[in-house]
Nanobody
Framework: QVQLVESGGGSVQTGGSLRLSCTAS????????MAWFRQSPGKEREGVAS???????TTYADSVKDRFTIARDNGSTVSLRMNSLKPEDSAMYYC??????????????????????WGQGTLVTVSS
């Protein structure tokens, strides 16, 4: 049974940093696409960053480029390092994984429909 568990959310002030972790169980991460999405109240869930496991290629939403870093930390954990946080980064952050290997181009698109597995989310709050 595939399971994704996020951790590391919390409350910080503007300019602060947080590191989110996503631990996967029930399958191996090789050849999959992993990503982080976020959703604020009243807004659509949006893709933040993705990593093409096995190749290490990463993609970022324009709003987080040069501030966030996604990485595969080990065989079963993917992290999201968030620096220079802004109030508009406040959201529930979700880890997601594809069900099987997909082309890197699709991984980079950060389209929700490509991701079959989702975690329960971890809350990030950035105060001004």
């Amino acid at each position: 049974q595939v399971q994704l568990v996020e951790s590391g959310g919390g409350s910080v002030q503007t300019g602060g940093s947080l590191r989110l972790s996503c631990t996967a169980s029930g399958y191996g991460l090789s050849r999959y696409c992993m990503a982080w999405f976020r959703q604020s109240p009243g807004k659509e869930r949006e893709g933040v960053a993705s990593v093409y496991i096995g190749y290490g290629d990463t993609t970022y939403a324009d709003s987080v480029k040069d501030r966030f870093t996604i990485a595969r930390d080990n065989g079963s954990t993917v992290s999201l390092r968030m620096n220079s946080l802004k109030p508009e980064d406040s959201a529930m952050y979700y880890c997601a994984s594809t069900e099987a290997a997909i082309p890197e181009l699709l991984c980079a698109r950060l389209a929700r429909g490509n991701f079959a597995y989702w975690g329960q989310g971890t809350l990030v709050t950035v105060s001004s």
